[in-house]
C-alpha cells in the first residue's frame, strides 16, 4: 500500500509566481484538512518560470477513519481546488499529514522519513 506521495508543482507561466504555505487538502465529508507538520515551516517559496516545489504527503499515521481514494482534493494558498489523480487507490487516514512547500524534494521527504 502507498503510505507517502511526493506532491509536486511547476510554474508553467513566464513570470515568478509565489506559493504560500502548504498545500490545503481536505477531502469531502471530512471535519478538517489534512494536518500540516509544523517543523517543515520556512520561508515562502518563490518559483521562476519552469522551477519546480514539492510537498510531502504521509497518507496513514496507523489511526482510524480510513478514506479510499484515488484523486486528492489540492488547494493551492491563494488559488482554487484542484482534483489530483493518484497512482491508484491511496488510503488516508486522520494520521496523514503534509508538509510546506519546499524547493528540494529530498527536504521534503526528510520531514515523514520517522514517521
Not at 6 to 26: F, I
Request: with cysteine.
Amino acid at each position: 500500500p502507498v503510505r507517502h506521495l511526493l506532491l509536486t508543482v511547476t510554474n508553467t507561466g513566464s513570470a515568478k509566481c509565489g506559493l504560500q504555505g502548504y498545500p490545503y487538502l481536505k477531502f469531502p465529508h471530512a471535519r478538517a484538512p489534512i494536518a500540516v507538520i509544523e517543523d517543515s515551516k520556512d520561508a515562502p517559496v518563490t518559483l521562476a518560470p519552469g522551477e519546480k516545489a514539492y510537498a510531502a504527503l504521509l497518507a496513514s499515521g496507523g489511526r482510524m477513519d480510513t478514506y479510499d481514494t484515488d484523486t486528492l482534493p489540492l488547494g493551492l494558498q491563494p488559488g482554487g481546488p484542484v482534483n489530483v489523480a493518484l497512482p491508484g487507490q491511496v488510503s488516508f487516514d486522520d494520521g496523514a499529514r503534509v508538509t510546506y512547500w519546499i524547493p528540494a524534494s529530498g527536504l521534503a521527504l526528510r520531514f515523514i522519513g520517522s514517521r
